[in-house]
């Protein structure tokens, strides 16, 4: 036993050293890759690509737009259509998921709306949108929602399908009611994903914004890429652009924070 311990303990131990140096060396490679896509973009905007703005100019406007106001207000406004958008279409999207993945007549009722809709792009309802809702920033959300909620539900309604039956059987047969098994079983089980449906979902929702903002918007950061478009400004579309992925991406992390603090006791690679 003794042996066996003293074995145990320096392997726990270089488990532990290569557990904390992994975010360490994630961090390098990606501050690496941050580096070297500067460089590239430099180059090509040095020697390659014609009229491409380099980072430098590209800083340069951002900060302008950040000293006069646009870029904090557009961004503002960006955010809010999204946030709003994604968590309707979230909220909307997990109860139905969880319908249609454990009653069957749910199921036979809602899948076909739902993979018929699927099919459709969101940006494709903003004519429709438009005549329904007016040009307000009702019809803008709604075409957010949308994205993010096909995306969601599907992903929810996978997940409890994909539970494992054997799990089911066994609450089954200790006992337990169908309230407890879902409650204990269903719902720790597909979690997982629900929460890579919302990042999915949260990427279509900022994928959707720019077009969402064609209508009639007045500020935003789609609308302000539109508004440069027309006047060939390369470096505030590439601003609006970074700006995007920025917000998008810090919220891609803070989703991907909380999914592994709910989902700890599943093995990671």
């Not at 968590?87 to 739902?114: D, K, N, Q, S």
């Not at 969101?122 to 429709?128: E, K, T």
């Amino acid at each position: 036993m003794t042996q066996l311990t003293a074995v145990g303990k320096p392997s726990e131990a270089r488990a532990a050293r290569r557990g904390a140096g992994r975010p360490r060396r994630a961090l390098a490679l990606n501050l690496i890759a941050v580096v070297a896509g500067l460089v590239v973009w430099t180059l090509l905007a040095t020697v390659g690509v014609q009229g491409l703005p380099t980072p430098l100019e590209v800083a340069v406007r951002a900060g302008e737009l950040v000293a006069d106001g646009t870029l904090p207000l557009d961004a503002l406004a960006s955010l809010r259509r999204v946030l709003l958008g994604f968590l309707l279409g979230t909220l909307l999207a997990v109860p139905i998921g969880f319908l249609m993945g454990w009653y069957a007549t749910a199921r036979g009722l809602l899948e076909p709306y739902v993979q018929f809709f699927r099919t459709i792009p969101p940006l494709a309802i903003i004519p429709l949108a438009i005549v329904l809702m007016g040009i307000g920033e009702v019809p803008k959300v709604f075409v957010i929602f949308l994205a993010a909620f096909l995306s969601s539900v599907v992903s929810t309604f996978q997940g409890v399908v994909d539970v494992d039956r054997t799990l089911i059987n066994a609450a089954r047969v200790l006992g337990a009611s169908d309230r407890t098994i879902f409650a204990k079983v269903v719902v720790p089980a597909s979690t997982p994903f629900i929460l890579v449906g919302m990042r999915v979902g949260l990427g279509a929702a900022w994928g959707t914004l720019v077009a969402a903002e064609l209508i009639a918007a007045q500020e935003g950061l789609g609308f302000r890429m539109q508004q440069a478009q027309l006047y060939y400004d390369l470096s505030t579309i590439f601003v609006g652009l970074i700006a995007i992925g920025v917000l998008g991406l810090l919220m891609d992390r803070l989703l991907l924070f909380a999914e592994r603090r709910l989902t700890d006791w599943q093995e990671r690679r």
